[in-house]
């Protein structure tokens, strides 16, 4: 391989790989800015690790309706939730993916072995800021139509914001 053709090889992998994640970004920031706002209720456990610095450990309520519900079909993907007042989210045990109620969305949801995963599992933060976190009772999420989810962060009981609410990168 001549080196101009070395070198042009070597910039277009360069290029194509910064508009690789230039793509990823965009599709997140999209994520964040037109999603609906969803709560999940958590079930939260506060480990420290020391290679990964401070989090803490997320289990969702739903996960746990999913776990003991002999009726749920093994491998289902997308679920159908209800929302209150507040943007919190119910499993909906009947619903219908292409029938919903007004108040009804999408969740997609993965089973892996015995667990179902809604989310992710952790929500690292600053290191020293662990304590306010403690308060945490909802997952804030942003919803898309397909019911995809992105975790943009944390809410107390009267679901307020808890710690820094980054709008956009």
Do not use: C
């Not at 969803?38 to 309520?61: F, H, I, K």
């Not at 290191?127 to 945490?136: F, L, W």
């Amino acid at each position: 391989m001549k080196p101009v053709t070395r070198q042009l090889a070597l910039l277009l992998s360069g290029l194509a790989i910064l508009a690789g994640i230039n793509a990823t970004v965009w599709r997140y920031e999209r994520a964040m800015s037109s999603g609906e706002v969803v709560l999940l209720r958590l079930a939260p456990v506060d480990p420290r690790s020391l290679m990964q610095g401070d989090y803490m450990r997320l289990n969702y309520e739903i996960a746990r309706e999913l776990a003991s519900s002999d009726a749920r079909e093994k491998g289902r993907d997308t679920l159908v939730i209800r929302l209150d007042a507040h943007q919190v989210a119910t499993l909906v045990a009947a619903g219908k993916p292409d029938r919903l109620a007004s108040d009804e969305r999408l969740l997609q949801v993965h089973q892996s072995e015995r667990q179902w995963q809604i989310g992710p599992d952790a929500y690292f933060f600053e290191e020293g800021t662990g304590d306010q976190y403690q308060a945490a009772r909802y997952g804030e999420f942003r919803l898309q139509a397909d019911g995809k989810t992105l975790l943009v962060g944390l809410r107390d009981e009267a679901y307020q914001p808890i710690g820094q609410i980054r709008a956009r990168w």
